[in-house]
């Protein structure tokens, strides 16, 4: 089992930057892909861009893409979401994700979950 802490969420206005950042703990971290999902108010959890064991692989979802930079750390077991040129719909509770595997971007590969860090972005 993994425990995961998110944390560098808040309010910004539209255009600009935050990074979050998720702390993992109690398992091998450097062994299992890692990702960043989001749910907004009345809709479904959803993907938003995962990165493989090594960090050679990285997914995105085509909303995201071009904006955020998903990276990791394995000597400090933390992953971040550099998210840059954020928009209103991005606005949502961002969770981090722990894969079972070592490199997928697959939802129902993801076993361990954070609380959540809220992101809300004015228009």
């Known amino acids: 089992q993994v425990q995961l802490v998110e944390s560098g969420g808040g309010l910004v206005q539209a255009g600009g930057s935050l990074r979050l950042s998720c702390a993992a703990s109690g398992r091998t971290f450097s062994r299992y892909a890692m990702g960043w999902f989001r749910q907004a108010p009345g809709k479904e959890r959803e993907f938003v861009s995962a990165?493989?064991?090594?960090?050679?692989?990285?997914y995105y979802a085509a909303s995201v893409k071009g904006r955020f930079t998903i990276s990791r750390d394995n000597a400090k077991n933390t992953v971040s979401l550099q998210m840059n040129s954020l928009k209103p719909e991005d606005t949502a509770l961002y969770y981090c994700?722990?894969?079972?595997?070592?490199?997928?971007?697959?939802?129902?590969?993801?076993?361990?979950w954070g609380q959540g860090t809220q992101v809300t972005v004015s228009s």
């Open positions: 990165i493989n064991w090594s960090g050679g692989s990285t």
């Open positions: 994700a722990a894969a079972k595997y070592g490199n997928t971007w697959y939802e129902p590969d993801f076993g361990s």
